[in-house]
């Protein structure tokens, strides 16, 4: 393998961004590791639904860091979500990358990758939730608020795509940890 094993599985991850699960080609992903289908295979013997799983790894990993981490790390709860909006700001490139999980919800992928995206969603809803109880919230209100700001998320990933701007994300963003807090 010319790059790296991960350095080849952020490449595929754009590829899974830009062109879904089903236009995910092997040509595009060999195209964007720079290697032929015949290494690929070698890399990735179950072919494309092994990419992606590795992809999925690879997205699970890095928003553990960026964002589960600093919620679950030392600090205020306020410090804590105003952190976690920061680092969702980088995740997501401001607004320009979508969200693989939820491309990993369409088409065939549905059923391929359901489990670990619904996981991976229910962590992230009940890890804010529960700063939001230490910061004063009854459960039922601290969870609705953390759907509410993970809809909001998703949502405006999708506007600012739509829109070709990401003034609407840095909005969102910017005002995620105040909604999130109020009294």
């Not at 790296?4 to 992903?29: M, N, P």
């Not at 590791?33 to 295979?41: P, Q, R, T, V």
């Not at 969702?88 to 919800?105: A, H, K, M």
């Not at 701007?165 to 909604?179: A, H, Q």
Request: aromatic share 8%; proline share 4%.
């Amino acid at each position: 393998m010319h790059m790296s094993k991960e350095d080849a599985i952020a490449q595929f991850a754009k590829v899974f961004r830009k062109y879904g699960y089903e236009g995910a080609t092997l040509t595009r992903l060999s195209k964007a590791a720079g290697l032929g289908k015949a290494s690929l295979y070698h890399h990735f013997p179950r072919g494309k639904e092994e990419m992606a799983e590795a992809v999925l790894n690879y997205v699970n990993h890095c928003f553990q860091t960026l964002v589960l981490e600093p919620l679950q790390g030392p600090g205020k709860p306020a410090e804590r979500i105003y952190r976690m909006s920061q680092n969702i700001r980088e995740f997501y490139r401001v607004g320009q990358d979508p969200c693989l999980l939820s491309i990993l919800t369409l088409g065939d992928a549905k059923d391929l990758f359901d489990a670990p995206v619904k996981r991976a969603f229910e962590t992230w809803l009940d890890t804010l939730a529960g700063v939001l109880v230490e910061a004063g919230c009854k459960p039922a209100e601290a969870y609705r608020r953390a759907e509410d700001a993970i809809i909001q998320i998703q949502g405006v990933l999708v506007l600012s795509r739509s829109l070709d701007s990401t003034d609407t994300f840095e909005r969102v963003i910017t005002t995620l940890p105040d909604n999130l807090l109020k009294d």
